[in-house]
T-cell receptor, first 114, second 109 residues
Framework: DAGVTQSPTHLIKTRGQQVTLRCSPI?????VSWYQQVLGQGPQFIFQ???????GRGNFPDRFSARQFPNYSSELNVNALLLGDSALYLC?????????????FGSGTQLSVL | GIQVEQSPPDLILQEGANSTLRCNFS?????LQWFHQNPWGQLINLFY???GTKQNGRLSATTVATERYSLLYISSSQTTDSGVYFC???????????FGKGTRLSVIA
């Protein structure tokens, strides 16, 4: 079975542009979470979705948005990019999105903002 | 929110050596996971261990929930063990995993 897949793997944008990152969870998993990892730090929670509903949101500005589709795949959108948005964006899937559940991560999308 | 501290921040080992990585957390948890981030950035789930002890080959982990810490043991280290090891926790309620800053392990042949 395929694991969590993310696309694209790398992306270069300029300040002010908009970007969309995509994630497909493990087959049978209904919850998707997004994390941002800047160099030298641990991943930081951005969003969690379950059954197309937002279940949680981290401390990120409104420039960050996400959605989940009926097939449980998800998109993360970032508008008005800033240099500080340069990071590895990780998607994780789990079966039902409850707190005490194992998370499985994709390989991430490396975003560079110039 | 819950705080996670990992130690040591960096560790250099000769191949074949053993090591212990520590994770301290500031509140009770119902989820604790250890991850290995490989050089390509992927986070590999090593253990789901909110309490107790588990072993998987050369790796084992112990969580003492009442004392708010977890330990990851790596025995007979190999160069492929190099990377960053993260501890992540969540407490009761609908809260997401909170990650520590990681331990960067370098295993030298």
């Amino acid at each position: 079975d395929a694991g969590v897949t993310q696309s694209p793997t790398h992306l270069i944008k300029t300040r002010g542009q908009q970007v969309t990152l995509r994630c497909s969870p493990i087959s049978g998993h209904k919850s998707v979470s997004w994390y941002q990892q800047v160099l030298g730090q641990g991943p930081q929670f951005i969003f969690q979705y379950y059954e197309k509903e937002e279940r949680g949101r981290g401390n990120f500005p409104d420039r960050f948005s996400a959605r989940q589709f009926p097939n449980y795949s998800s998109e993360l959108n970032v508008n008005a990019l800033l240099l500080g948005d340069s990071a590895l964006y990780l998607c994780a899937s789990s079966q039902s999105g409850v707190t005490n559940e194992k998370l499985f991560f994709g390989s991430g999308t490396q975003l560079s903002v110039l | 929110g819950i705080q996670v501290e990992q130690s040591p921040p960096d560790l250099i080992l000769q191949e074949g050596a053993n090591s212990t990585l520590r994770c301290n957390f500031s509140d009770s948890v119902n989820n604790l996971q250890w991850f290995h981030q490989n050089p390509w950035g992927q986070l590999i789930n090593l253990f789901y261990i909110p309490s107790g002890t588990k072993q998987n080959g050369r790796l084992s982990a112990t969580t003492v929930a009442t004392e708010r810490y977890s330990l990851l043991y790596i025995s007979s280290s190999q160069t492929t063990d190099s990377g960053v090891y993260f501890c992540a926790v969540a407490n009761s309620g609908n809260t997401p995993l909170v990650f520590g800053k990681g331990t960067r392990l370098s295993v030298i042949a």
